[in-house]
C-alpha cells in the first residue's frame, strides 16, 4: 500500500494543519516529515529519536525454570532435589565457582563474557503469587499490593514522560497489548506481526478516500458538533456523530501513516544475523529493523512463550533455552552492525521461577524467586553478577526466597537507563543497584 | 409522583423529527445487536411505545425457560465433569499427586469449557429470540463484574450468566442480593475468605465503589461494617451456603443504622441510599445512549427507577423512549463495543458466526472477550475502544466475517459463508443507473444512516455503472471499512 495518497493530502493541507476544519493525524510531526526525507537529520528529533536511549523488554511467559537457566552447579542440594532434571556440572557454562548458564545459552555467555550482561540472582517479591495471572500482573503494574490495576509501570512511564497520545512510544509485539505498557493517557502500539498491522482490504485507494480522504471535515457534511469546536480539541469530549466520526478517521489515519512506515522499515530490512524461526524471532527481528528505522519508540516489548513446564521438562526447557539465547544473540549482532547498540537495553523477565524440588512427572512446580538479565553495553564492569543466589536450604513453601525486589530492578532501569524519577512511577522510591554506567 | 425531566419525557414525532427508518434501526441497535429488515420494518409499525415493550418482554429467567435445548455443551470435552456431583466422584478416593495430576487435566478441560459457554452466549446474542435480553446480560456482566480468568470454573461462571437472566430488567434489589450469593461473584471478590474471624472487605467497597453507589458516598467505616454484615457468606464450590459459625452476628453501624445487619439488610439501606437510583441509572445510559449523560436527566431517571421500587423495566422503558434517547445527536454516536461490532455484523450480513477460538482471538485484541473483563471495572468502553491496533483489527474483522478477506497473513480461513445477493435487494445487476440505489440500499442496510455526498459518490464510483457482484462485493466491503459503520 503506498504512501502517495496520504502523503499527498498532508503536503497540500500543509499550511492550513492548524485551520479547524481540516481533519488531521494526531503525530504527523514525527513521521510525516519524517518521511519526507529520512536522511534529514537537520530535523529537530524528540528526544526518543535517533539518539534516544531504548528498552526492548523480553518476557519469558509461563513462569521460566530459574534454577536450570542460572544454575547452582555446584550445590548438592540442587543435585539431591533434581535428579533426574537437573543440569550436569560438565555441561553447563561455567559463571564462577557456584553458578552457570544452562548449556543452551552459549549466545548469552558470549554477551556476558564481552561484559554485556548482568545476572541478576534471586529477583521476586514479597508473598509471591504463584498463580501465572496474578504474579503476571504484578510484574507488569509493579504494584504488588494493588489487587486491580488499569496501567502497568512503562504505562506510567509514558503518561509522565511523553507528550501527547502518540502510540509510537511504545510498540508491543504480540497478539495483545501487555499491561505493562498501558497507560493511562497511551496506549501502546501492538501487533503480532508488522503485516497484520495494516488494512487488508484490497480496494486501498478508496479506503483510503473513506478514511481521511474525502469528506469528513464537520463543515462539509453538515454534522457540526454544537459549540463548532475545533476538531483537534479532543480534550473537551463532546460526544456528537460528527465529533466521533473525526475521532475515528483520525485515529485510521494514524493507524496509516504508521502502518506505512512500519511496514517499509520492515521490508527494507536487511540482516545477516540468525534470529529462531518462530514469532519471539520474528519478533525481535521487527524490533531490529524498526530501530533500525529511527522509530521515536522509547520501548519495544516481545515474549516468549512455553515455561510452564509442569511435565517432562528436560527437553522442552532446553529447547526454549536456546530459542531464547539465539534471538538474543542475533539481535544483539544487528544492533552492533546498525551501530545502535550503545542506545539499547535489554531487560529479560518471568512472572515467576519455579520450585526447587523437581516433581513426580520430571518437570516443576510453580515457583517464586528467579533471575533477570540485563543487557547491552551500558552494563558496569563489576555488574556482571549482582545479588546473592537464594539458599536451596531455607525455602518458603518450598521455592526459593527472593533477596531483591524487581521493583529495584525497575527503579535502576527508569533512573540510570531511561533518566527519569521512579518514585511517581512505582509509588515508593525502590533503591537502584550500581548496574548501568554513568 | 415526580415530575419527568423534559428529555426523558417521551419522543414524539413530528414533520422534522419523524419516526423513521433511521430512528427504527437506532432503537434496534442500542436495544439489541442490530435489527434485521423484517425487525426494523416491525418497530416502525409498531411506533416506539409498543417497540420497547415487544423488546422488554421476556421471561425474567434462565436460559433454559426459553429454550430446553439452546443451553451450553460440555459434554463433549474430555475429562470434564458434567456436574459438581460428578467432579466429587473424581477426586475420590486419589493421592495428593494425583489430585494435583487431575486438577492440571481439569484444569485444561475447563478452558475448553469456557471456550464452548462464551461461544453459546455469543450465538444467542445473535439468533437467540430475545435480543434485549441478551444485550441487557452482556451490560450486567460488565457492571457486575467477574473475570473467568484464573481457572475460574464454568459451570460457576455459566451459574452467574443465569443469574444475570433472571434478574436483567427485574427488580434491582432482588438482583444484588442475588450478586451477594452468587458463587463466581463470592470466589472474584474474596468473599468466600469473609469470615468473622478474618473479615475481607472486598467485596462490601466494590459493592458499594462500583456496583451500587460510587465513589463519595460511604465511608471507609461503612465498608468495614458491611463486610462484617456479608460474613459467612459462602459457597459449597456449587450453590450458596450460608456458613453461621463465620457469620459476625454483632451490632454494626452502617449509614447510622445500627442493628444485628446482615448482608441483605446491607443491600436495603445502600438502595435507601440517595444516590444509588441515580448511579444505576447514569451506567445504564452510558450503555445505551451517550457517553456524557446530564446530571439533570439522570437525577430524573434515578427518581424513576426509585418511584418503581427499584423495578428495572419502567425505568427502561422510559430510557428508550425518551426524547434524548431519539434525539439526532444521539444516533450513531456511539463506538460499537467489540461484541456489537460482531454480532452485529454476523446479523446485517446473514453470515455464520465464526468458530470461538478465532472468535476470541480477534475480540481479544479488540478488548472484549465475553466472560473476561479485565478488571472489576468493567470494560470502559466509548473511546477507550479505539486506537491505532484496534482500528485494523476492527476493521480487517468485519472484512473477515464478510467472508471478503483474510484477517492474517495469506491464511486460508474458513468461508464464512457470506452469500451477497448478485446486485442487492432487488436490483438487476445489469440495469443502467442502478449504481446510486444500489448504494443507497446496502447504505441502509449496514450503516442505517444517511452519508456524507462526497463519500457516497467513493462508493458509486467502486460499484461502477455496470454492477457486477465483484464490485458489488467490493463495494460493500469499502461500506463495511467507513468510519461510520464502526458507529450506531
Known sequence: ?438 | MAKLHPQLEPFTASSDQPFDRVRAAHLLNRAAFGGSEEEIARVLALGPGRSIDWLLDFPDGASDLISATDQPDFSKIEGYPRSFADRRKMFEGKTAEERMLLQQQMNQANQQALRALGSWWVNRMASGPYPLHEKLTLFWHGHFTTSARDERSAWLMWNQNETWRAHAAGNFGKFVKAVSRDPAMLDYLNNQQNRKAKPNENYARELMELFTLGIGNYTENDIKEAARAFTGWAHDGEAFIYRKFDHDADNKTFFGITASLDGDDVVDLILRHKACAAYIASRLWRFFVNDEPDSAVIASLGEVLRESKYELRPMLRVLFTSRAFYDQKNIGAQIKSPVQLVVGTVRALGVQMPEVNRLNGVLEQMGQVPLMPPNVKGWPGGRMWINTSTMFVRYNTTLWLAGGESIATGRKLLDAGAKFRKAGPGIAVDADGASGELVDEWVARLIQRPIAEERRSVLIDAVGRKPTETTVRNMVNLILSMPEYQLC
Not at chain 1, 548469552?108 to 503476571?136: A, W
Not at chain 1, 473525526?246 to 512506515?261: G, I, K, P
Not at chain 1, 524471532?281 to 524490533?287: E, Q, R, S, V
Not at chain 1, 526459593?400 to 530492578?409: A, E
Open chain 1, 1 to 438: 500500500m503506498s504512501l502517495s495518497h496520504t502523503r499527498r493530502i498532508f503536503l497540500q493541507r500543509g499550511l492550513t494543519l492548524v485551520s479547524a476544519a481540516v481533519t488531521v493525524p494526531t503525530f504527523i510531526d514525527s513521521t510525516v516529515w519524517a518521511m519526507a526525507d529520512p536522511l534529514d537529520t537537520k530535523r529537530t528529533q524528540q528526544d526518543s529519536g535517533k539518539d534516544g536511549k531504548i528498552l526492548v523488554v523480553v518476557q519469558l511467559s509461563g513462569g521460566n525454570d530459574g534454577l536450570n537457566t542460572v544454575v547452582p552447579y555446584a550445590d548438592d542440594e540442587y543435585q539431591r532435589l533434581r535428579p533426574a532434571i537437573g543440569k550436569k556440572e560438565a555441561e553447563i557454562l561455567k559463571l564462577n565457582n557456584y553458578i552457570g548458564l544452562n548449556n543452551q545459552l552459549a549466545p548469552m555467555k558470549e554477551l556476558y563474557d564481552n561484559g554485556l550482561v548482568s545476572v541478576i540472582q534471586g529477583v521476586g517479591y514479597p508473598n509471591p503469587n504463584r498463580s501465572h495471572f496474578r504474579s503476571m500482573d504484578i510484574w507488569h503494574s509493579g504494584i504488588p499490593e494493588k489487587e486491580m490495576t488499569t496501567n502497568g509501570w512503562l504505562g506510567r512511564y509514558f503518561d509522565n514522560t511523553c507528550q501527547g497520545t502518540d502510540p509510537h512510544a511504545g510498540i508491543a509485539i504480540g497478539d495483545s497489548s501487555p499491561l505493562a505498557m498501558k497507560g493511562d493517557r497511551i496506549t501502546p502500539l501492538s501487533f503480532e506481526r508488522p503485516e497484520n498491522y495494516r488494512y487488508n482490504g484490497k480496494d486501498a485507494e478508496r479506503y483510503q478516500q473513506l478514511n481521511g480522504g474525502v469528506g469528513v471535515s464537520p463543515t462539509q457534511n453538515g454534522m457540526n458538533d454544537s459549540r463548532g469546536q475545533d476538531a483537534h480539541a479532543t480534550k473537551s469530549k463532546i460526544i456528537t456523530p460528527g465529533s466521533q466520526l473525526e475521532f475515528l478517521t483520525r485515529t485510521a489515519m494514524d493507524a496509516q501513516v504508521s502502518s506505512d512506515r512500519i511496514t517499509n522499515i520492515v521490508n527494507t530490512y536487511q540482516t545477516a544475523a540468525d534470529y529462531p524461526r518462530n514469532q519471539y524471532g520474528n519478533g525481535l527481528k521487527t524490533i531490529a529493523a524498526m530501530i533500525r528505522g529511527n522509530l521515536p519508540t522509547r520501548v519495544y516489548y516481545v515474549s516468549l512463550g512455553g515455561f510452564d513446564t509442569h511435565a517432562n521438562q528436560a527437553g522442552r526447557h532446553d529447547n526454549l533455552m536456546r530459542d531464547f539465547s539465539q534471538g538474543v544473540g542475533a539481535f544483539w549482532k544487528d544492533m552492533k552492525e546498525q551501530k545502535n547498540d550503545q542506545r539499547v537495553l535489554m531487560m529479560c523477565f518471568s512472572e515467576f521461577g519455579r520450585r526447587v524440588q523437581q516433581n513426580a512427572s520430571q518437570g516443576t512446580d510453580h515457583g517464586a524467586a528467579a533471575p533477570m538479565f540485563l543487557v547491552g553495553p551500558a552494563i558496569q564492569k563489576k555488574a556482571g553478577i549482582i545479588g546473592q543466589h537464594p539458599s536451596l536450604t531455607k525455602l518458603d513453601q518450598g521455592d526459593l526466597m527472593f533477596n531483591i525486589d524487581f521493583r529495584n530492578v525497575y527503579a535502576t532501569v527508569l533512573q540510570d537507563w531511561m533518566d527519569t524519577p521512579s518514585k511517581p512511577i512505582l509509588g515508593q522510591q525502590f533503591k537502584t543497584m550500581p548496574i548501568i554506567r554513568g
